[in-house]
């Protein structure tokens, strides 16, 4: 197998997952919840170029999905050699179909450094579309609980430059 291809997914977009704690513990009292993971999105205008400028606008379309829930933009640059990382994160409703990461956030990220794996090297930046769906659900001993459930796309190995 690939070890560079797709895993399989432990959950699928839509499927209904199930948590229980038992009995419960000391400062968090007995649970279950079901939630379900949202429908698909298609990260539309996905870059195919192996950079990403830090001194443009980065516009992310998606399509599909649940239009209540809500769109993460996820974009990491790790550490550079001087131990310097950063990461960003951006939320629009699906409806919207898009946002924009603004130049100001972009610009704040450091350049991305390589990671060398198995023997590879590669640029280290990630780009992460996913929608989420949150849901309210109590137990004994909170104040407030929430259980996101998230499904998406992710781009890897290119450079914020």
Wanted: proline share 9%.
């Amino acid at each position: 197998a690939n070890p560079l291809s797709p895993s399989t997914p432990f959950l699928k977009p839509g499927a209904t997952f199930a948590m229980n704690n038992g009995s419960g513990g000391a400062d968090v009292g007995a649970f279950t919840f079901n939630a379900t993971l949202p429908a698909t999105i298609t990260w539309t205008n996905k870059p195919t170029a192996a950079t990403v400028p830090r001194n443009q606008n980065l516009p992310v379309t998606w399509s599909g999905g649940d239009p209540s829930s809500f769109v993460y933009v996820f974009g990491q640059s790790p550490l550079d050699a001087n131990g310097n990382g950063a990461e960003f994160v951006c939320v629009a409703q699906n409806a919207a179909g898009g946002l924009t990461v603004p130049t100001a956030i972009l610009s704040a990220l450091p350049v991305s450094s390589n990671v060398s794996l198995a023997g590879f090297t590669i640029p280290g930046g990630v780009l992460i579309v996913n929608a989420t769906t949150i849901t309210r659900t109590s137990a004994p001993g909170l104040d407030v609980f929430l259980v996101g459930a998230t499904a998406g796309d992710a781009k890897g190995a290119f450079a914020f430059q």
